[in-house]
């Protein structure tokens, strides 16, 4: 096993990893940039080393930094969380070329399903269902027509390079074809340095369902079930579910077998995520994760397997601790991403928390790295933390929810706790009859 590990991150999910790590005997090294020095990852880690001035770009992307503090601190393996490098194949390279083990998948994996266009040919030929459209990018405005004319309108054209929802654009008839290309090409363009296309049916009223896989170097692989993440604001997750509110459990151990299936073949190590969007029954790929995902506690709560330290024994060569047999899935559990932002505008809210008490209780996790007196940066992501709730029912998670966030005390900043209290009143939640259009439509009504 690993006696060191760097955690390439910042945020509730340094410190999630800095747990498990701890509870596995292993000491942690927190990096941090100069705006995180009073940080809590930075506080409870083992060791820190600053790596850079406040912009990600210079610190928590700064790649030789980042090899530098394993030096220093002879760090023998790097957890890189979720953002940033984790999805880094070169930085994978670069740490293997080291010496360091890259907590995660191959670079090889990685690289493969980080081109979208090479994910979904791929998927394909493992068996998994994906969505019509063009089976490669599209070269020409020409050939996207005729791949328009084949699958119908609307069609989504994509950014290969995608991530975040960026580089996405709807095209609902030939009319809109040359705007949304121009403007999805541009889009792509800046935000990836690669403005290579492809083109989906656009899905009406699907929902996003996820399913988790983990492998290990032994041959061994399972799946964890589904998350259903079809809350959503601009293609950005909200709130998750586990179980999906629309699967039975045939359809769960049917798209599971599938997805593990399909890793068993690829040869794949370590966690990933396998995205589907879910219509009329049928579940259409759309991409795979190959990391940890923000919101893998509600996997953690119906299972009760702790992801991270099943990630850590693969890396460090162990057979995980489990077999598909030994998976149950007991109960239903919510996450809602409580974020420093206002809840009616979204716009980011960062400033000095004045007061933090997160709830308790049965069935209650709070994964954060907020504290009373702690200064929001303004450079990063606007999470602040997870509330995380699980019960023996929907309704019994439910219940728990709606006073968990009436316990919650963010003062200071805005948050996205309003919201969430709407949430969880309104009808087509509470029978968990949503798609991932809804959570749109609702803020529009209530705007
Ligand atoms: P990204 O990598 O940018 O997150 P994804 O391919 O994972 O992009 O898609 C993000 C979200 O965009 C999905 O969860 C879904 O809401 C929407 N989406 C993606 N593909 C389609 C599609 N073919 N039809 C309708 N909505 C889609």
């Not at 955690?7 to 100069?34: D, F, K, P, Q, Y």
């Not at 039975?248 to 040869?267: F, P, T």
Request: some cysteine; proline content about 4%; charged content about 25%.
């Amino acid at each position: 096993m690993f006696e060191k590990v760097l955690i390439a991150n910042r945020g509730e999910i340094a410190l999630r990893i800095h747990r498990a790590c701890r509870e596995m005997g292993i000491s942690t090294v927190a990096v941090h940039s100069t705006a995180d020095a009073n940080a809590m990852h930075v506080r409870l880690a083992n060791e820190s080393v600053c790596i850079g001035p406040a912009p990600a770009n210079e610190s928590y992307l700064n790649i030789p930094a980042i090899i530098s503090a394993c030096e220093i601190t002879g760090a023998d393996a790097v957890h890189p969380g979720y953002g940033f490098l984790s999805e880094n194949a070169r930085f994978a390279e670069i740490l293997e070329a080291h010496g360091i083990t890259f907590i995660g998948p191959t670079s090889e994996h990685i690289r493969l399903m980080g081109d979208k266009i090479q994910a979904k040919i791929t998927a394909k030929s493992l068996g998994i269902p994906v969505v019509p459209g063009s089976d490669g990018a599209i070269t020409t405005d020409e050939q996207a027509y005729k791949v328009a004319e084949e699958t119908g309108y609307p069609v989504l054209v994509k950014a290969a390079a995608g991530g975040g929802g960026r580089g996405m654009k709807v095209a609902n008839s030939r009319e809109e074809m040359s705007s949304a290309l121009s403007t999805a090409r541009a889009e792509a363009k800046a935000a990836f340095g690669d403005d290579s296309l492809y083109m989906e049916k656009y899905l009406g009223q699907p929902r996003h369902i996820e399913v988790q896989v983990i492998c290990d170097a032994h041959g061994n692989v399972a799946h964890l079930g589904e998350r259903d993440c079809s809350l959503q604001r601009r293609h950005q997750k909200v709130l998750e579910e586990c179980p999906s509110p629309a699967l039975n459990a045939e359809q769960r151990d049917k798209i599971g077998g599938i997805v593990a299936n399909a890793m068993r073949k690829l040869g794949y190590l370590g966690v990933g995520t396998v995205e589907f969007l879910f219509e009329n029954g049928e579940f259409f790929f759309i991409e795979m994760n190959t990391r940890l995902q923000v919101e893998h506690p509600i996997t953690e709560a119906v299972t009760g397997i702790d992801i991270v330290r099943e990630q850590i024994r693969i890396a460090a060569g162990l057979e995980m601790s489990f077999s598909q047999k030994d998976v149950s899935f007991v109960g239903h559990a919510i996450e809602c991403r409580i974020n420093a932002e206002d809840p009616k505008t979204f716009t980011p809210s960062p400033g000095t928390i004045k007061d933090f008490h997160t709830p308790g209780g049965l069935g209650v996790r709070v994964d954060s790295a907020a504290y009373q007196g702690y200064k929001i940066p303004p450079y990063y992501d606007s999470l602040i933390g997870k509330l995380v709730v699980h019960g023996r029912s929907r309704n019994e998670c439910l219940m728990r929810l709606r006073r968990s966030l009436h316990e919650f005390v963010v003062d200071g900043v805005k948050t996205t706790i309003p919201l969430f209290n709407d949430l969880v009143n309104e009808p087509d939640f509470i029978n968990g009859d949503y798609h991932i259009h809804w959570l749109e439509n609702f803020l529009k009504e209530h705007s």
